[in-house]
């Protein structure tokens, strides 16, 4: 069977960037930055960004182009045994899809919602009671299904399918290339109008003022990698589906230099507009920035909606900033399906119609545990080990897998072969050295941290089932499935 192919560069770098570009960028990055010294964050984050995001990104550019496959198939044609390893990535593409749409079909909601602020004076109480009727739920007892969340889940998991579904130049490609300049229109638009208000300029001051003294901070540095690692995309078989549909002649270090910059310049964009808008509040509420800024989800569905409360014209400035994170969230959506479904097709010699019809049904029945009482809970929980435990696991193996049982000259001369520039031994410095000692750093933290003093208050029993649990099962599926293969043809010359 044909592989399918992308239509244009363009299209390619905007899916690209449209998977990398997602909710963390709108509200994860500005609060790491304000948290990690500011306008100094900049500094290791620049320096991630170059020693790993780029390296890594011209990685699974050039082993989806050169192995044309899903991350599944790339694998095994590298090593018959190192199959697991992408189905194990694609599991975690999985479980973070099934659990992101909650997240879009709030953003979905809270657009209806901004037409008329409908979340009244108390955002907060809004949010986490009246909205996501939060009771005294664990992640285990989910209470009832609440249809006003399951329903803009629903539209989200349409959108995704009809995208998946039709395919990658007729789908996704179309997809992509309206919704990222809509979302970059979107950003700016806002941007222009909200650096006027007063305070905005003390929110920026906030943001960029640089505390040099955490430049010397372990933590920093670690949450600077932890970022670039987070919102690239990479390390969870998205980039390597992608790459397999690039056409033969396709210059892979100008394509991955591309979509890392706009992803990491989206990120610094949309912080400039997130503190605009707490300086802002800040100053209307006369409490000083720190007390007005919060983390995660708090920050899109609680803080922002306070802002737009306040805000002049609440009724266009509202539903624009809630549609841009629709359209971000879906973006993002697409791809992690694209991810899944192209594995599923490599594997079984499916249709794409039937793989796409297989995994978003399932995928959607899924979801609904996260559109219950305790769907938050539930969301907190996995999220964190996803995030924190296996997908930096899955980067450091890959890193390891490829920087030390394979040639990397060989990916870096297949690289620059197709490029109209070449990267040189830095490349392979920091697939090397650089970026698995980072890696293992933060993973080595992560994994103490979590063992000693579990996460987020939840029940032991909690921790074992939905996370070690978890990822103890997908890890182990992925072994069957791998053990029970027929071998794959080694790598082609």
């Known amino acids: 069977m044909k592989r399918e192919q992308w239509g244009s560069r363009a299209g390619f770098i905007l899916a690209a960037v449209g998977s990398a570009i997602g909710l963390g960028n709108i509200w994860r990055f500005p609060y790491m930055a304000y948290e990690n010294g500011g306008g100094a964050f900049f500094i290791p984050y620049l320096f991630a960004m170059i020693s790993a995001g780029i390296p890594f990104m011209i990685m699974e550019f050039t082993l989806g182009h050169k192995l044309r496959g899903a991350a599944p198939r790339a694998f095994a044609k590298l090593g018959g045994k190192l199959e697991w390893l992408g189905w194990f990535q694609v599991f975690i593409a999985a479980v973070i899809a099934?659990?992101?749409?909650?997240?879009?079909?709030?953003?979905?909601?809270?657009?209806?919602?901004?037409?008329?602020?409908?979340?009244?004076?108390?955002?907060?109480?809004?949010?986490?009671?009246?909205?996501?009727?939060?009771?005294?739920?664990?992640?285990?007892?989910?209470?009832?299904?609440?249809?006003?969340?399951?329903?803009?889940?629903?539209?989200?998991?349409?959108?995704?399918?009809?995208?998946?579904?039709?395919?990658?130049?007729?789908?996704?490609?179309?997809?992509?290339?309206?919704?990222?300049?809509?979302?970059?229109?979107m950003v700016l638009g806002l941007i222009t109008r909200v650096l006027f208000l007063p305070g905005a300029l003390d929110g920026l001051n906030y943001l960029f003022q640089p505390d040099f003294s955490k430049i010397l901070d372990a933590k920093v540095w670690s949450a600077a990698y932890g970022q670039i690692f987070f919102t690239l995309s990479v390390g969870f078989s998205i980039m390597i589906a992608y790459s397999s549909y690039l056409p033969e002649k396709s210059d892979i270090n100008n394509n991955a230099f591309m979509t890392v910059l706009i992803n990491c310049g989206f990120s610094i964009t949309a912080g400039v507009l997130v503190f605009a808008v707490l300086g802002y509040m800040a100053q209307e509420q006369a409490k000083p920035l720190t007390e007005v800024v919060s983390a995660g989800v708090g920050l899109a569905f609680v803080t922002i909606p306070a802002a737009i409360n306040l805000l002049p014209a609440p009724y266009i400035l509202g539903p624009l900033f809630f549609l841009a994170l629709v359209v971000a969230g879906l973006s993002s959506h697409i791809s992690i399906i694209e991810a899944v479904t192209s594995a599923i097709i490599d594997k079984l010699n499916w249709t794409r119609k039937k793989a796409a019809s297989v995994v978003c049904g399932v995928g959607f029945i899924v979801s609904m545990a996260f559109a219950t009482n305790g769907g938050l809970l539930l969301l907190d929980l996995v999220d964190y080990f996803i995030n924190n435990v296996a997908l930096l696991t899955s980067c450091l193996i890959e890193l390891i897998v490829i920087g030390w049982l394979l040639k990397m000259a060989d990916i870096r001369e297949y690289a620059n072969n197709l490029s109209e520039f070449s990267i040189g031994k830095w490349f392979e410095v920091c697939i090397r050295f650089l970026s698995?000692?980072?890696?293992?750093?933060?993973?080595?933290?992560?994994?103490?941290?979590?063992?000693?003093?579990?996460?987020?208050?939840?029940?032991?029993?909690?921790?074992?089932?939905?996370?070690?649990?978890?990822?103890?099962?997908?890890?182990?599926?992925?072994?069957?499935?791998?053990?029970?293969?027929?071998?794959?043809?080694?790598?082609?010359?």
Request: avoid cysteine; charged fraction near 10%.
């Open 98 to 185: 099934v659990y992101y749409v909650a997240v879009i079909g709030w953003a979905i909601s809270y657009l209806g919602f901004s037409f008329t602020q409908s979340w009244g004076a108390d955002t907060n109480a809004f949010f986490f009671g009246e909205y996501l009727q939060l009771g005294d739920n664990s992640p285990t007892k989910l209470g009832f299904l609440q249809t006003h969340i399951a329903f803009p889940m629903i539209l989200a998991w349409g959108i995704t399918f009809a995208a998946i579904f039709t395919g990658v130049k007729s789908g996704i490609e179309r997809a992509s290339k309206i919704m990222m300049p809509l979302l970059f229109i």
């Open 436 to 493: 698995p000692a980072m890696l293992a750093l933060i993973l080595i933290t992560n994994l103490s941290n979590t063992l000693s003093d579990g996460y987020g208050g939840y029940a032991l029993s909690d921790l074992l089932l939905l996370g070690w649990g978890l990822i103890a099962a997908m890890f182990v599926a992925a072994v069957v499935i791998n053990l029970t293969s027929k071998p794959q043809s080694q790598l082609e010359g």
